[in-house]
């Protein structure tokens, strides 16, 4: 079987197109306590549910652009580590 560049982009290693994937365990987290940031929204518990939230996002984006199952996860890393420096550092 021909290995092509779609193949490479969506396919993992089992020949499925991946694009989805259920939540792991940093992407829950950093989902989670970022919904609750707009619930506690001053405070001790606001810093640090923004701080949990930026480490479990920024772990989920740095896992999925090296550890990622085809080049279109890894491009959806790199975007989201992009995107996480560039909104902590406004």
Same mark, same amino acid.
């Given at each position: 079987?021909?290995?092509? @560049?779609?193949?490479?982009?969506?396919?993992?290693?089992?020949?499925?197109? *991946?694009?989805? #994937?259920?939540?792991?365990?940093?992407?829950?987290?950093?989902?989670?306590?970022?919904?609750?940031?707009?619930? +506690?929204?001053?405070?001790?518990?606001?810093?640090?549910?923004? @701080?949990?939230?930026f480490?479990?996002?920024?772990?989920?984006?740095?896992?999925e652009?090296f550890?990622? +199952?085809?080049?279109?996860?890894?491009?959806?890393?790199?975007?989201?580590? *992009?995107?996480?420096?560039?909104?902590?550092? #406004?």
């Amino acid at each position: 079987m021909e290995n092509t @560049l779609f193949d490479r982009t969506f396919r993992d290693s089992e020949g499925q197109i *991946v694009i989805a #994937q259920p939540p792991n365990l940093p992407l829950s987290v950093g989902i989670v306590a970022s919904l609750l940031k707009l619930v +506690v929204t001053t405070g001790q518990i606001n810093l640090a549910l923004d @701080l949990v939230a930026f480490g479990s996002l920024f772990t989920w984006a740095w896992e999925e652009l090296f550890q990622g +199952v085809n080049y279109f996860r890894r491009a959806l890393g790199l975007i989201a580590l *992009v995107a996480l420096l560039v909104w902590k550092l #406004q």
